[in-house]
């Protein structure tokens, strides 16, 4: 392996961590954002790789990764995840993108759902017989277009809804994502702004009897600060990400990547993710990745096995993390193009 290439991915990697530092000097609002399942990965190749292809998705993968990567998509591709998330949680993904002359159209949606929970409360903390429901949903429209040969754009306009019980929240959010793809060992350099929009404020029955029941107390302030927790506005989780990739060996028949990123949230501390990716004749992938400022989270791993049949494509991938105290994750996807 040519030993002038790693030295120059790990430069750049350093740079970035250096980036990250930088990032992470300012005050963290841990927690403050709503919508966080909007955060998670939804398919495994980004899962196994700790989040580091900003600048290696391509297609129908690009409307969660970065938009700008849905340029690449050749022909029509159907992305189909399903993530076994935290604390018997499942998020689902659907995702198709069709090319378009120089650019893709995409349209996706994601579901995190969960079981019917029993209610509890101060008197009966055992159960009350009555039970709630919860779910988060985005429904997206992508398009993603070559500037020039070696340079795309893109951006999703996305709905988001969340609902707990009888109370529920919506709004509208945008994503914006760039690649630009150099000839020197396919080195490409990735950034995407995601999440930018209105706030969430939830509304329903529970939500708006609350100032009645509180006058009916018989507790009164000038100033009541119960009244402004009853229906605060909360901003979705905006990210800010840069990432690099290169192929540091590229022979016939074996490409090893490196990948990285940077992530800069408007609700936790700046983090970090690195990523390898061997694949032998474009039909396997191993695949491993670290993550660098996350609490519960650090190492992952995946596989992947790609066919093509009378001009279809085939792609079968898996992804496998550990939340430590919170559990273990696992990824399934299966993606098609023809």
């Not at 990697?13 to 966080?36: I, R």
């Not at 006058?215 to 009244?227: E, F, K, T, V």
């Not at 990745?289 to 650090?298: M, P, T």
């Given at each position: ?10 430069l750049?990697m ?5 980036f ?5 000097q300012?005050?963290?609002n ?6 966080n399942?909007?955060k998670?990965p939804?398919e495994p190749?980004g899962?196994?790789?700790?989040g580091?292809?900003v600048?290696?998705?391509r ?11 849905l ?10 995840s399903?993530v ?5 949680t ?29 209610i ?5 903390p ?18 993603g ?12 306009a996305?709905?988001v809804?969340e ?6 929240g ?5 994503d914006f ?6 000839d020197?060992h ?9 999440n930018f929009?209105g ?8 939500i ?8 009916q107390?018989g507790?009164?302030y000038?100033y009541?600060?119960?009244?402004d927790?009853i229906?605060?506005?909360?901003p ?13 060996l ?5 490409v090893l ?17 690195f ?17 660098s ?6 190492l992952?791993?995946?596989?992947g096995?790609r066919?093509?049949?009378e ?7 898996f ?5 430590e105290r ?13």
């Amino acid at each position: 392996m040519n030993t002038t290439l790693l030295r120059i991915f790990f430069l750049m990697m350093l740079s970035v961590m250096a980036f990250t530092v930088a990032l992470g000097q300012g005050f963290s609002n841990v927690g403050s954002a709503s919508a966080n399942f909007l955060k998670i990965p939804v398919e495994p190749v980004g899962a196994s790789l700790a989040g580091s292809i900003v600048a290696t998705s391509r297609g129908a993968d690009g409307m969660y990764w970065n938009p700008g990567a849905l340029a690449f998509t050749e022909g029509t591709e159907v992305l189909v995840s399903r993530v076994n998330w935290i604390l018997d949680t499942r998020l689902s993904h659907l995702g198709i993108a069709h090319q378009i002359g120089d650019g893709a159209l995409g349209i996706s949606v994601t579901a995190l759902t969960m079981e019917e929970m029993e209610i509890t409360t101060e008197t009966q903390p055992n159960g009350t017989s009555a039970f709630f429901n919860a779910g988060s949903y985005a429904f997206g429209l992508s398009y993603g277009v070559k500037i020039i040969d070696r340079f795309s754009f893109g951006g999703t306009a996305k709905y988001v809804y969340e609902y707990i019980w009888e109370t529920h929240g919506s709004t509208f959010a945008f994503d914006f994502g760039s690649v630009y793809v150099t000839d020197f060992h396919n080195l490409r350099i990735g950034m995407r702004l995601v999440n930018f929009g209105g706030n969430m404020t939830f509304r329903g029955t529970p939500i708006d009897e609350k100032p009645s029941v509180i006058a009916q107390s018989g507790i009164s302030y000038s100033y009541d600060p119960r009244l402004d927790r009853i229906a605060p506005e909360y901003p979705l989780p905006q990210l800010f990400n840069v990432g690099i990739s290169m192929d540091v060996l590229a022979d016939e028949g074996h490409v090893l990547t490196m990948s990285s990123a940077v992530t800069d949230a408007n609700d936790n501390v700046a983090q970090l993710g690195f990523g390898v990716e061997y694949c032998w004749n474009n039909m396997i992938s191993v695949r491993a990745g670290y993550k660098s400022g996350y609490d519960d989270q650090d190492l992952s791993a995946g596989l992947g096995f790609r066919t093509e049949i009378e001009g279809i494509r085939t792609q079968l991938d898996f992804a496998y993390a550990s939340f430590e105290r919170l559990g273990e994750t696992t990824f399934l996807a299966l993606r098609i193009g023809i």
